[in-house]
């Protein structure tokens, strides 16, 4: 069956650290990969998408990398902050038009 | 850009009741998303509409769920008969379509069955 894998333990880093999330998919072949970011009580906020024939996207400190064959995506936050702190969720386009999201990262940039 | 916005923000009733949700996509957007999300986890997917056609439903959606759009703007999620497994956050989101898949989504409304 298809899943979509997370780390599921929160991350805890220094500020100013490099923030690496791991996706890992299985049983999918996604044309493209989105990730979000969600605050506590609140909805998620689209980040980035990547395509399946792009290695790497960039956007300010952030960069997603897809590997399809590996089946994983990397998701790195660059000289990270506090305000960087909150759940970031990957979301392999699967068949249809919906979304099918892994379980999310919690990630804690402590100052 | 008034963003999704979704009413009421928080709902408390008993088990058996029925309650309604009321989502108001960005205006210009035609897809319209329910997701149910409960603690630790991601959103998962309930029903999709394009424009006022419902054109997908999960097999999470039971019949006690159902949804409409009825000119195609704003959506309602009625759950009747509720139980305690109904609790959970429930988002709504909306897209202008194909030229971007990204999804634009609401606070959610927040279901508590006593």
């Known amino acids: 069956s298809q899943k979509i894998e997370q780390n599921s333990e929160a991350l805890n880093i220094q500020e100013g650290k490099t923030a690496t999330l791991t996706c890992n998919y299985t049983n999918y072949s996604p044309a493209y990969l989105q990730w979000y970011r969600q605050d506590p009580g609140r909805g998620p906020v689209f980040l980035l998408l990547?395509?399946?024939?792009?290695k790497e996207k960039r956007k300010e400190r952030l960069k997603v990398t897809f590997d399809t064959t590996l089946k994983q995506s990397l998701f790195h936050i660059t000289a990270s902050q506090p305000a960087d702190s909150a759940t970031y969720l990957c979301a392999p386009h699967n068949a249809g038009n919906m979304l099918t999201f892994g379980g999310g990262t919690r990630l804690m940039v402590k100052p | 850009d008034t963003g999704v916005s979704q009413d009421p923000r928080h709902k408390i009733t008993k088990r058996g009741q029925n309650v309604t949700f009321r989502c108001d996509p960005i205006?210009?957007?035609?897809?319209l998303y329910w997701y149910r999300q409960t603690l630790g986890q991601g959103p998962e997917f309930l029903t999709y509409f394009q424009n006022e056609a419902q054109l997908e439903k999960s097999r999470l959606l039971s019949d006690r769920f159902s949804a409409e759009r009825p000119k195609g703007s704003f959506s309602t999620l009625e759950i009747q008969r509720t139980e305690q497994g109904d609790s959970a956050m429930y988002l709504c989101?909306?897209?202008?379509?194909?030229?971007?898949?990204?999804?634009?989504f609401g606070d959610g409304t927040r279901l508590s069955i006593l």
């Open positions: 990547i395509r399946e024939n792009e």
């Open positions: 205006s210009e957007h035609n897809r």
């Open positions: 989101a909306s897209s202008p379509g194909d030229s971007s898949p990204a999804q634009h």
